[in-house]
Every structure is written in C-alpha cells, then in structure tokens.
C-alpha cells in the first residue's frame, strides 16, 4: 500500500496543512486510496457538524430572548382582541 506523502498527489504548504489533490474518480491508485479519502472526507463532515453546532449553542439564548418576546406580543394582541371575542359571546344565540 502507498503512503500519501510518497504519492504525487499529495503536498504540504509552509505551514503544515496538507493538501490532497487526488480525485477519487480520476486519480486514484489503490483501494485504499479510496477509503482514506473516504474518511478525509467524513471528518470533514464531522467537523462542519461540530462548528454548526457550536454556533447554534451561541445563538441559543438569543433565541430564547426572541421567542419569549414574540410570545409577549402575541399574547399583547390577544388580549387586545379579547373585547372583540367577549361581545359576541354575551349577545347569545339570535
């Protein structure tokens, strides 16, 4: 089984990173090539995963701001339109 980093597909910038430039429909040597960009892609996912559901932990208590002041207004309007409601109750049957 090749390595990655003694396939031509594969580099490393100045800091570090490494880059794959190996396309699983084109450029792929072995199996396992295949697998591990497979599980590249995966932990990609996971992370995406991770840093959505980080901001939506951020975001969550303004949202909970938002929804109990929706909930006052709309309980504002209903009360606002109680008399509406009250008055034709009262009438009774025609």
Known sequence: MIQ?????????????????????????????CLAKW???????????????????EKMSPMQDKIFKYIRRELDDIEEADQWKQDDNDEEGPI
């Open 38 to 56: 497979q599980l590249l892609r995966l932990d990609m996912l996971v992370a995406g995963h991770q840093r959505m559901t980080n901001w939506q």
């Open 4 to 32: 990655c980093s003694d396939c031509e597909y594969y580099e490393m910038d100045d800091s570090g990173r490494r880059i794959f430039k190996c396309d699983p429909f084109a450029t792929i040597k072995e199996p396992e």
